[in-house]
């Protein structure tokens, strides 16, 4: 008897042993504090894969707690690591002084990780709260981006609710290594003093937070959301792993973290550390006689299993597949099977019809069938597409396909059957918040038939999330040729960019003046003027803008736009004219002139703004330093003046000092020598929009998400702690 004790005591401490290899190192320790660390993690250099995998349990804490350099680390697993967040603060006391502002800062500088930007979310809490993020990225190019949360009374904030109201959220791109955000605000917090003192900004888990109307004042919660960092292997690809990381019974892959480098993982059937040589052991599916995936009989093979039927039957004896059934099958059976399969087939394309219908309810069919059925000609020319019709054109949305990606969704290249190339925007996520944007844009461009404006050609309603099917316009945006992205290294001269700047005062114009409604776009930016293969600007993106009835000069709005872009008045009075267009459009003739982001962080702390930049060189006479526009003649030089002096009227703090977009394109023809003026517009079939007071009721909420479109802008024109 003491032998058999001996030899069963000796086989459990081998089975110990074993399951002990399988995530960590012989004689390392598995632990520290509540934490698991497996490899390629370790405490200690000797245990981890490499330096900057080596975690310090710091034993002083009770429990222990781990680190990885100066982050506290608060899980780990193979493929990510938790580390605890960094609040940052800003707070004001009765009189409006700062009495607390503290910065949310943390760096990845150096190292294998990177911030994750599907798991992760820029929160900034406060109803006086602009965030602004200033971080650097991929191979050290800068980010910047922001939102901003405002209410008037605490009773207007609702729990769960992050758009705008007390809390706004936005995301970050994609390799991101240094977080840096400042929370400030727009009135020193003054009228909200009296029970919201203090903003805060943090990056953490969008999954594991849920906003209570308790964190504006208590932030003791907050400390609880975790930062989401990846981490991968070097800087190349998996080229059948040459430098041999990945070990038995498992294979290479690489991570989508924007950085490179490359992860393993266990081959199916197998589970354990693929960085340890036998790490990864076969997983026994049969070991559970009441869970296993068989029906009947189920027999462990390595990395796999074999399922069988008893005698008598016949099947793939799988739980998940035809399971075990009678050998013995009469014609009744035979018939019953057939009537059944095609009772399933009625049923399940019943179930697809009905399923298509409610889609087109819940995406505003019938409403956006009134809007539209009015207007002549409206919907008859709007195409109708099917679910099957736009997932032809873009090869079931290959990610090949995709030319753009924002805030509101994603926007494919497709190829319908006659030929021709259109692109098809799809909203990214189903929220009902952005059902009245999206009908607003659908009959906003159903209207416009304008050579600068561009043409929407139809929309498909079968799906969970709305689509919309535009003209194609090949040569990107005006931003991706100033700015040199994406590869587009060709300079535009002066003469292309007087004529663009031309033609897209022409469209704005047209939108003003030559509708019986006047439009506001809301969202002038050069990321939305496209341009074909001639260079012809065609203005995009009409899901913010706004139709302003005749007998008002100005439509009361939560504020909407693109931070670098937006009109100051606007931004502090909430009130939306058609001079926030023309500010707007200032800020992209800046652009024009000198080949300068609207805003960038990159630049010294007084040039980050553009238009402030651009306005304070014009009245110190430093203009010549700023422009951008190549070697000109004398007639050339002279039109860059006019333009110049004409931008700086444009970029205006108050609006009633700005010229009318009508102005605006009056004197930009007339720069280029023509003696029309291009706001006479004679509308025929093709290029008219024709709205009227009473066709007009359109009373959704404006996109009120709190949260703004940021590509590589942020405003500074704002109270904000130095």
């Known amino acids: 008897m003491p032998r058999e004790l001996l030899l069963l005591f000796l086989l459990l401490w081998l089975l110990f042993a074993l399951a002990a290899a399988i995530s960590h190192l012989p004689g390392c320790q598995a632990k520290c504090g509540n934490i698991d660390i497996p490899h390629p993690f370790g405490i200690g250099r000797d245990c981890s894969y490499a330096p900057l995998f080596s975690v310090n349990c710091d034993t002083t804490f009770n429990p222990p707690k781990a680190f990885i350099g100066d ?52 929160t900034i809490l406060g109803c ?67 029970f919201d003192p203090c903003n805060f900004a943090f990056l953490g888990d969008q999954d594991m937070y849920r906003f209570k109307v308790s964190d504006l004042s208590i932030t003791s919660s907050l400390d609880d959301i975790p930062v989401v960092l990846n981490f991968a292997f070097g800087t190349q690809r998996c080229v059948n792993d040459t430098i041999g990381i990945c070990k038995d019974n498992s294979y290479c892959y690489d991570p989508d973290n924007g950085v490179g480098g ?118 008859d020319s709007t195409k109708i597409f099917t679910i099957e019709e736009l997932k032809l054109a873009t090869n079931n949305y290959d990610k090949s396909r995709i030319l753009g990606q924002g805030g509101f969704g994603t926007v494919y290249k497709g190829i319908l059957p006659d030929l021709r190339v259109v692109a098809i925007k799809k909203s990214k996520v189903v929220d009902k918040n952005q059902l009245g944007q999206f009908i607003n844009e659908v009959v906003i461009l159903t209207q416009i038939n304008h050579r600068n404006v561009v043409k929407l050609l139809g929309c498909c309603l079968e799906t969970e999330v709305p689509l919309l099917v535009y003209e194609y316009v090949s040569n990107g945006t005006l931003y991706q040729h100033l700015h040199k992205i994406d590869g587009m290294m060709a300079s535009i001269s002066w003469k292309d960019r007087l004529r663009i700047a031309a033609e897209t005062a022409g469209a704005l114009t047209y939108l003003h003046s030559a509708a019986s409604v006047p439009i506001i776009h809301r969202d002038v930016k050069s990321a939305n003027i496209l341009l074909d293969h001639n260079n012809t600007a065609k203005v995009a993106d009409f899901g913010g803008s706004r139709m302003n009835p005749l007998d008002q000069a100005q439509i009361s709005t939560l504020v909407q736009g693109t931070m670098g872009y937006l009109d100051p008045e606007y931004l502090h009075t909430s009130q939306l004219t058609e001079k926030s267009d023309v500010y707007s459009f200032g800020v992209v003739l800046a652009e024009l002139l000198t080949g300068e982001k609207a805003l960038s962080f990159a630049r010294p702390q007084e040039q980050t703004n553009l238009a402030t930049y651009f306005v304070m060189s014009m009245k110190e006479n430093r203009l010549s330093q700023l422009l951008q526009v190549g070697e000109l003649n004398e007639a050339e030089m002279e039109q860059v003046q006019s333009v110049a002096e004409l931008t700086k009227r444009c970029l205006n703090l108050k609006g009633d000092d700005r010229p009318s977009m009508k102005e605006v394109a009056t004197e930009l023809e007339g720069c280029r020598g023509f003696d029309r003026h291009p706001w006479v517009i004679q509308l025929s079939n093709e290029e008219n929009l024709s709205l009227t007071r009473n066709q007009v009721g359109l009373n959704y909420n404006d996109g009120a998400s709190g949260q703004y479109s940021m590509q590589n802008e942020m405003m500074l024109s704002m109270n904000f702690p130095r």
């Open 71 to 122: 982050l506290e680390v608060v899980h780990i697993s193979q493929w990510e690591v938790r580390i605890k967040n960094v609040i940052g603060t800003n707070c004001y006391d009765q009189s409006g002084a700062l009495t607390t502002q503290i910065p949310s800062y943390i760096s990845l500088t150096g190292t294998p990780y990177t911030f994750s930007s599907t798991q992760n979310k820029v």
């Open 262 to 379: 490359l992860l393993c993982n266990c081959t199916n059937g197998y589970e354990g550390s693929p960085y340890l040589n036998q790490g990864c052991q076969d997983v026994n599916e049969c070991a559970d006689a009441i869970n296993n995936p068989c029906t009947n009989n189920c027999t462990n093979t390595l990395g796999s299993y074999h399922c069988s039927c008893p005698n008598g039957s016949y099947g793939d004896g799988r739980k998940n597949g035809n399971g075990c059934s009678p050998k013995s099958v009469g014609f009744g059976l035979l018939f019953l099977v057939v009537g059944g399969f095609w009772l399933y087939l009625s049923l399940k394309k019943r179930k697809l019809a009905k399923l298509k219908q409610k889609f087109f309810e819940q995406n505003g069919g019938l409403l956006l069938k009134q809007r539209i059925s009015s207007f002549e000609g409206g919907f």
């Open 128 to 194: 006086d709260a602009v965030g602004l993020i200033g971080s650097t990225g991929l191979q050290g190019l800068s980010y910047s981006g922001g939102c901003v949360s405002v209410c008037d009374r605490i009773e207007n904030v609702i729990d769960g609710s992050c758009s705008g109201d007390g809390c706004c959220q936005t995301s970050i791109p994609k390799g991101l290594k240094v977080f840096n955000a400042t929370v400030g605000t727009l009135n020193n917090s003054s009228r909200i003093r009296s």
